[in-house]
């Protein structure tokens, strides 16, 4: 597999059509230089020079939970009750009694494989799963979070590490259920995770560290104070992601989970609250005054029957957005954006509602917002522009009628057409990870994952 850590010397690309922060620019060469774009630079093409016919940003992954994928599949039986998230979550729990962290190794290397080959170049990884099956902790207390950073440096995919502080299970400082051990820190234990994390990460090309705490009703207001304090980098939080948690909240606090955590916390651009599913009116605006990054995950939220976010008065709003993979049921970046749109209309009965002027084109602008936000999100510089890592996608577009072909067009074929079958490279700091639509170690991960799950469920 490709290393994050190989050394790579410095390049360019001639691109015909490349979609930048401010809209699609011609004829561009972009240099590039320690894994960064040097230069952006209006060009002719040379006899030398790799021509690139469509080149875009890579697109931010905010939000996944990587053990996830080895259950992809798994919770779609009819229960004797209504079926939920909290039900769902029962599944999640049955299938973490065994997972060790080679387990997580071979689980995480293909979902990020596979993130890479439909055009996430930036993974977020909200990481929860911490100690061994019977909750202790390991001998290298360390070793899970080590085995998502391995699985990435491996696949080549850039990581944004969001330890995640769990430790209680409802609101109020409620006792953890037997089943969330594996998950639970003590804030001194946690500080010393994150250390371990930050040390590590500092020799990891592209690297960033955050911290999640899990969600209002895992953490008390004091140990939310402590977890933001660590670091200047990205905080995530899971929040109003189902009414049962708002419900709870209100109980608790008096207030819905949006607005008391406005009312309690200095969130800004830092911020990225995750899924943010259930708001009112006052939490829409608050959010985007705020700054703050919501972050969606459309295929995880239908998935698990979470509800539809209020796009619409969120953009209206000013808001920022961005998406993720979350629970990575389907890894695939436009199929996020795809439904995210797929369900605005369904809910409005109208077309094209992500937009707010007329000639917008609808996959392209949604792309942009999620480059955007997620970078945010993800605590870098986002887009194509000098200074930014170099974290592209390029498009094949040789099998389109010619009509479809065109550059302002493209997206929309990627988007709701396609999927990621245009996708033909990848690269990541500069280096090149997928190539004719295939990353080099799917199939030695792909071989990895089946093993690892025929054992688990043994």
Not at 218 to 225: D, H, S
Request: net charge negative.
């Amino acid at each position: 597999m490709t290393s994050q850590t190989a050394s790579l010397s410095d390049y360019t690309l001639f691109a015909r059509h490349v979609l930048l922060p401010d809209g699609w620019h011609q004829d561009q060469r972009i240099s590039i230089a320690g894994g960064k774009i040097s230069h952006i630079t209006p060009a002719s093409p040379e006899p030398s020079d790799r021509v690139i016919d469509v080149l875009l940003p890579g697109m931010p992954d905010l939000h996944s939970h990587a053990f996830q994928r080895g259950m992809a599949g798994l919770a779609e039986v009819k229960g004797p009750g209504a079926d939920s998230f909290w039900t769902w979550r029962q599944v999640m729990y049955r299938f973490l009694e065994k997972l060790t962290p080679d387990d997580l190794t071979a689980i995480a290397t293909l979902a990020y494989i596979e993130m890479l080959e439909s055009g996430f170049t930036r993974v977020g990884e909200f990481h929860y799963l911490h100690h061994a099956p019977d909750g202790k902790p390991y001998g290298q207390p360390a070793v899970m979070s080590d085995a998502i950073i391995d699985a990435a440096i491996d696949t080549g995919i850039n990581l944004t590490m969001l330890p995640v502080f769990y430790a209680h299970s409802g609101f109020g400082g409620q006792a953890p259920e037997a089943a969330q051990q594996r998950f639970i820190h003590s804030t001194d234990d946690f500080g010393k995770l994150y250390e371990h994390i930050e040390r590590r990460l500092l020799t990891t090309d592209g690297a960033v560290t955050g911290v999640a705490p899990h969600s209002l009703r895992a953490v008390t207001g004091e140990e939310l104070q402590f977890l933001t304090s660590l670091g200047n980098g990205p905080v995530h939080i899971h929040i109003a992601e189902q009414m049962k948690e708002v419900n709870s909240c209100l109980a608790h606090y008096g207030a819905r989970p949006v607005q008391w955590l406005l009312d309690n916390q200095p969130v800004n651009a830092r911020w990225c609250l995750v899924h943010a599913t259930h708001l009112d009116d006052a939490e829409i605006s608050g959010i985007a005054r705020s700054q703050a990054v919501a972050g969606l995950c459309p295929v995880t939220e239908a998935n698990l029957g979470d509800g539809l976010f209020p796009l619409n008065p969120f953009l209206e709003a000013g808001g920022r957005i961005g998406v993720g993979s979350d629970s990575n049921v389907k890894i695939d970046a436009p199929e996020e954006l795809r439904l995210l749109e797929y369900g605005q209309r369904l809910r409005l009965q109208n077309r094209n509602v992500s937009q707010r002027h007329a000639g917008e084109r609808c996959g392209q602008s949604l792309w942009q917002q999620s480059v955007a936000g997620g970078a945010q999100a993800l605590g870098v510089a986002p887009g194509l522009q000098p200074g930014a890592c170099a974290d592209m996608v390029s498009l094949k577009i040789s099998g389109l009628p010619d009509m479809l072909r065109s550059h302002d067009n493209i997206i929309e074929q990627l988007v709701f057409c396609h999927n990621k079958d245009l996708i033909d490279c990848v690269w990541v700091n500069g280096r090149l990870t997928v190539k004719e639509g295939r990353h080099a170690g799917r199939e030695h991960a792909q071989r990895a994952f089946i093993k690892t799950i025929n054992r688990v469920f043994q």
